[in-house]
């Protein structure tokens, strides 16, 4: 990953450990595409796996998505934590983990499970149950699971002095 300096290095998040609280905390990430010099965003939710550093996620097995990850699998990601706009300040508070990576589709039954599981138990209110409906050998053949390897993360936050600052 070419690394840039921020222009405010005080904005910079720089632990990763932060970085991944970050993507533990949010269900969505927009992530850009390029196909023969034609850009495309899209928004997903998402699982991760820090040990494996990677993140799964889940779509159709035709499209555009589809198409573009195929021509070009080199992806960039972000993930946005808003604390929303700050009031009399014409500012924004945020907190944000960009990313570049590698897209590849999970073929392998076993990772297909691993993944599934995770974004089940991320986004479900009853994981258990979704596990028992979803998990079935039926269901894993016709689920199109994206991986996304990461080679880099960066991090920026901007946020105003507040109670809510002093106790992290």
């Given at each position: 990953m070419v690394?840039?300096?921020?222009r405010r290095a005080?904005?910079?998040?720089?632990?990763?450990n932060a970085m991944w609280a970050i993507l533990a905390r949010q269900k969505y990430l927009t992530l850009a595409m390029c196909e023969d010099s034609q850009p495309y965003l899209a928004t997903l939710n998402y699982a991760y796996d820090r040990k494996a550093?990677?993140?799964?996620?889940?779509?159709?097995?035709?499209?555009?998505?589809i198409s573009y990850l195929h021509a070009?699998?080199?992806?960039?990601?972000?993930?946005?934590?808003?604390?929303?706009?700050?009031?009399?300040?014409?500012?924004?508070?945020?907190?944000?983990?960009?990313?570049?990576?590698r897209v590849d589709f999970v073929e392998d039954r076993a990772e297909k499970l691993h993944a599934l599981g995770l974004l089940i138990d991320r986004l479900e209110s009853d994981p258990a149950a979704a596990r028992a409906?979803?998990?079935?050998?039926?269901?894993?053949?016709?689920?199109?699971i994206g991986r996304i390897h990461i080679y880099g993360m960066t991090g920026k936050h901007n946020r105003v002095p507040s109670e809510e600052d002093a106790t992290r």
């Open positions: 690394e840039y300096h921020l005080e904005k910079s998040i720089v632990d990763e550093r990677c993140i799964y996620f889940h779509c159709a097995s035709e499209g555009r998505k070009n699998p080199a992806v960039w990601g972000q993930v946005l934590e808003d604390h929303g706009y700050v009031d009399g300040a014409c500012d924004h508070a945020f907190r944000t983990v960009e990313f570049e990576g409906r979803l998990l079935t050998e039926d269901r894993l053949s016709g689920v199109t």
